[in-house]
């Protein structure tokens, strides 16, 4: 039996590489305040690399879910401005 106070038991690093840094930021830009409080993220040069920390796998992947959905969403519309 896993003890409930142990904190987090799922913790993964996803990164995304985009056309440009200037894409990154932008879609970076455009999901961050969703993110707040399920997952971590930053952009370094091309690529957005989050963080998820979870109590469990369902919610780690739920909130992956989400985030790439909305991170689909925003590049569609960062890439049409091009």
């Known amino acids: 039996m896993v003890d409930q106070n142990e904190g987090p038991q799922v913790i993964c690093t996803l990164e995304l590489r985009f056309r440009s840094e200037s894409e ?29 920390t979870a109590e469990s796998l369902k919610s780690a992947l739920h909130t992956l879910d989400d985030f790439m959905s909305c991170v689909s969403v925003a590049e569609k519309v960062v890439s049409r401005k091009h």
């Open 24 to 52: 990154a930021i932008k879609v970076h830009k455009s999901v961050e305040l969703d993110n707040e409080g399920y997952l971590e993220s930053e952009v370094r040069g091309d690529v957005i690399r989050a963080k998820v």
